[in-house]
Every structure is written in structure tokens, then in C-alpha cells.
């Protein structure tokens, strides 16, 4: 699971779809504005910022932030602009975001950052049109992972330290991921591939795992939450998100799993079909009504099978 071969191709990925947003940018679109580089947070390394692209009219809107892909450890804020396009069009506030990378900032500065970015949207509701009772995430492979694992914790679950008492919070109230692992406490105790992020083996930081694994967070009023996959995915198992769907659906969470047959990692983020299916989950789940969410949830039934399973 996201190996160095694997974090090498999702690096082509983000270059791939970088390529595609210098031509979705050429023309100019009526029907949102686009305000580029916004500083969400400023970290010791140097400020983050989103892409928003925001709609016409005079809101408040439901509001969405996307998350890009590259193996916690590569990728753009450019990276899924025409995701981000396609949202604001249908009449969605998008942040489109950066944040701090692996190795240099080895996780859980990522989860953080993705915080940060949720809390920065409730913070400024008037100036981006934001309806603050109604924000979801979008993501892809890691960005997939970030916003299934927003979507699964609790405020106080993950809570970054030096955090005012009184923060917004960053509560997600619908999650599309793709393409996301959910689940390493299913790698061998022995596996190297994510010591640059979690900074050891399983043996050796296994409750880096265990924190890092959205399935470990499900409880019973997280939001609702789609999740789609290639069948032939050879970098993200598929069995890691559909350990996740089983356990929302043991939690009686909204959640559904659309499989794309025959696309591997790659050729899922790309397929129009998927899109269909998350806008059409998205528009019933946040746009049509406002989600329930409380503060405190309740756990779920233990899982039958061990989480070191394969």
C-alpha cells in the first residue's frame, strides 16, 4: 500500500493532472469566481492557501474542500481543479487546498492542515458565501484518506495541540473519498512503505496506524459518506475502503461504495461515472437538507475479524 513505486506514480498522476488544469483555465467560467492562492493558516514552514471558487449569487452555499492526492508526500492544490470547477457550477462554495507534505512534515500535520482549512471556511462564512452548518469533503487517494478520516473523528478526537478552547469545528458534514485507504493497521507488522509519513514500521509506531486509519474513528453519527474505487486499483487495495463501508453500515451511517470495474488507481479519479454518483450523493445529502451531527458519538459493535487481517 503506497510504496516508494506507488508514491513515484502518483507523483505523474499530480503532473498529469496539473497539465489539465492549465487548459481547464484557459477560458473564463460565469458562473463562479475563482480567488486563487487565499492563505487558510500560517505554519512555521511558510503559509497554506486554497483555490476558492466561489458562486454567483448571493449564497450562503453549501461549501466543499478538496483534497488532493500524491501519497501525503507530493501533489498541488491544482491538482483536482476541474473537481473543484465542477462543484462550484453546481452551486458549491470550493476550497481547494494545499497542505504540509512527508517526509519534512510527517503526519499528522496533514490531518491538521485539513482542520485548519474546515475551521478557516466557518471563520469567513460571509466573505465566501459559506453556509457553516453544511461543509463536506471531496478527496483522492491521500486526499481521499485526509477527508474520510475528518469525516470519521470527533473534534476532540484529533485535537491539535495548542488549539484555542473556543475554535470552530471542523466536523465535516458529507465526505466523498476516493481511492483512500482506510485502514493500515491491515499492513504487515514488518512493512516499510509508510515509515517516510508514519515514521516507523507497525511494530515499531502502531499507534501511528492505529490514529493515522479512518475505520478506527467510525461511530454512529458520522456523516454521511461515498466512496469509489477501481476494481483493478493496484496501489490502494480495495478491501481498505470497504472495511470502512462495512463498519459505517454496521454504524447505520448514510454510506455507499461505487466500484468501477476494470480502472486501476490512476484511471478511477478520472471517471466521469464516479462523478455522477458523488454529485448525485452530495446534492441529496447536503444540498437538499442540512445533515445531522452531533458533538458525541456513540461507538459501534467491535469488528468480527482482527484489523490486522489482509
Known sequence: MLGRHS?????SLAVFLGVQFVASTA????????LP?????????????????VPHGDGPFPAMIVVHGGAWASGTKAQLAGIAKGLAKHGYTVAAISYRLAPQDPFPAQVYDCQAAVRWLRTNTEKYKVDSD????????????????LGAMDDDDFRE??????????????????????????????????????????AKRPDAYEQA?????VTSDDPPMFFFHGAADDIVPIRSPKRMVERLKAAKVP??????????????????????EALAFVERHLKAKTPAGGDH??????????????
Request: aromatic share 8%; net charge negative; with cysteine.
Open 255 to 276: 454510506v455507499e461504495f461505487y466500484e468501477i470495474p476494470e480502472a486501476g488507481h490512476m484511471g478511477a479519479v478520472v471517471d466521469r461515472s464516479s462523478m455522477h
Open 134 to 149: 453544511r461543509i463536506g469533503g471531496y478527496g483522492y487517494s491521500a486526499g481521499g484518506h485526509l477527508v474520510a478520516l
Open 7 to 11: 508514491r513515484r506514480a502518483l507523483g
Open 161 to 202: 495541540p495548542g488549539l484555542a478552547a473556543d475554535a470552530q469545528s471542523a466536523r465535516l458534514q458529507v465526505v466523498v473519498a476516493g481511492g483512500a485507504p482506510c485502514d493500515f493497521r491491515m499492513l504487515p507488522a514488518d512493512s516499510e512503505r509508510l515509515t517516510y509519513w508514519l515514521g516507523g514500521t507497525p
Open 27 to 34: 477560458a473564463a467560467d460565469e458562473a463562479f469566481d475563482v
Open 297 to 310: 458519538r456513540a461507538p459501534v459493535p467491535a469488528e468480527s475479524e482482527s484489523v490486522h487481517g489482509q
Open 213 to 217: 486509519s479512518p475505520t478506527k474513528f
Open 37 to 53: 492562492d487565499q492563505v487558510y493558516i500560517e505554519r512555521d514552514s511558510g503559509p497554506l492557501e486554497a483555490d476558492l471558487y
